[in-house]
């Protein structure tokens, strides 16, 4: 499994980007794919997570209300559209992929098998 994440950039407060993500060698329908942010010193923190490609998401606090997952242009693609962009949204952003299964916690690093390289994301003036 292979995964691409996209869109990452230099942004002000307030403002909005989206964040792709190309999963590679597994159907999303049958996955959970999340997104993790890292900034430095600190554990992967969830932000946000798709199942079945899009059609059902999940939120950290932090998100609700201003982030939104969706499906991609593709069938392996999805995106997280990030609007109301505050400083402390700063950070090395991942994209995860695991295997759904009756249980399974989103939130959890531990869920998820494969991890691209990150995109960086700067909200600042």
């Known amino acids: 499994v292979q995964l691409q994440a996209s869109g990452g950039g230099l942004v002000q407060p307030g403002g909005s980007l989206k964040l792709s993500c190309a999963a590679s060698g597994r159907p999303l329908r049958t996955s959970a794919v999340a997104w993790f942010r890292q900034t430095q010193g600190k554990e992967r923190e969830f932000v946000a997570a798709l199942v079945g490609g899009g059609s059902h998401s999940f939120y950290a606090d932090s998100a609700k209300g201003r982030f939104t997952g969706s499906g991609g242009d593709t069938p392996n693609m999805v995106n997280l559209q990030m609007s109301l962009l505050r400083p402390e949204d700063t950070g090395v952003y991942y994209c995860?992929?695991?295997?759904?299964?009756?249980?399974?916690?989103?939130?959890?690093?531990?869920?998820?098998?494969?991890w691209g390289r990150g995109t960086q994301v700067t909200v600042s003036s």
């Open positions: 995860a992929i695991g295997r759904l299964y009756s249980g399974m916690n989103f939130t959890r690093a531990e869920s998820y098998d494969s």
